[in-house]
């Protein structure tokens, strides 16, 4: 089971969809700003890199395909919304 997505798109991929999330749900928080779009970017990359890991380990699909491309941008974008939106 070999990943040729690679660690770097899932930067690209979880860090967009972080960044993209924090703009869609801009909220007044009591921290920094900073701090919660640094926290969506993590947790997209976490989530791009979870649902490329677990699809290719249950046989949903292999490495390199479209699907995997789609499941790790969707995870990424589902994770960070969720995460912008309820954060109090």
Known sequence: MGVRMGFLAFLLIGGASGA???IFYPRRSKGSNVQGLLIAGFLGVFAAAASSYLGQYTGF???GQMLEWTSAILAACLGASFYTAWMK
């Open 61 to 63: 699909f292999q490495s």
């Open 20 to 22: 993209s999330a924090w």
